[in-house]
């Protein structure tokens, strides 16, 4: 997902030249805001955590990008390719160090696992959305 706050800024473009020009092939797309609900759902790994009600809040305050990658090796290519959580530990070049404003506001969300992947693409997309 690219994240309310590079919505805002203005990155979609650049941030999806980034991952086109990594090879990843995007299968599934779509330009959508989460509800409350959807994003409580969404991060319910997080409920616990003390920053939950701060990260619903903010994937909710305006429109994200969802999107789904298709790529050899895609999950480790992507995290590798949006850098570190925090942005200010991000290596060079990758989205986090170029669109990101903090650890809250980090611009973009990469599943960590293939399992997640998944899961994560179920919740955004149909069957008949995905174009592999």
């Known amino acids: 997902m690219i994240k309310p706050d590079a919505v805002d800024n203005g990155y979609i473009g650049p941030i999806l030249e980034k991952i086109t020009g990594a090879g990843f092939k995007i299968i599934a797309m779509k330009y959508t805001q989460l509800s409350r609900r959807d994003a409580e759902a969404f991060y319910a790994i997080h409920r616990q955590r003390p920053f939950f009600g701060e990260l619903v809040s903010f ?15 895609a999950v ?15 290596a060079e070049g990758t989205i986090r160090k170029l669109y990101a404003k903090d650890i809250g ?28």
């Open 76 to 90: 480790e290519d992507f995290r590798a390719l949006i850098g570190a959580t925090n942005p200010a530990e991000a």
């Open 105 to 132: 506001e980090n611009a973009i969300h990469g599943s960590d696992s293939d399992e997640n992947a998944a899961i994560e693409g179920a919740f955004h997309f149909s069957g008949r959305e995905i174009y592999s």
């Open 59 to 73: 994937m909710t305050r305006g429109p994200i990008v969802a999107a789904i990658l298709e790529k050899e090796n």
